[in-house]
């Protein structure tokens, strides 16, 4: 009797289609934004999530914050 899961084992996952050209540009995206201080800080991010459900919720933080 052949095992079930040998068939999946062959089939592709959604995320195994990788289109290179779409990730290099995805990339580059990403680094422009990083060069033009397009970006949030991590800490930013935490105090604003930590804000939630409270008396007092903080504003979404803007870039550069």
Do not use: N, Y
């Amino acid at each position: 009797m052949s095992d079930p899961r040998s068939e999946f084992d062959e089939e592709p996952g959604i995320f195994d289609f990788e289109d290179e050209a779409a990730v290099e540009a995805s990339t580059q995206r990403g680094e422009a934004d990083v060069a033009a201080g397009r970006v949030v800080s991590h800490e930013a991010v935490k105090r604003w999530l930590l804000s939630w459900g409270t008396d007092h919720p903080l504003p979404r933080p803007k870039c550069g914050e």
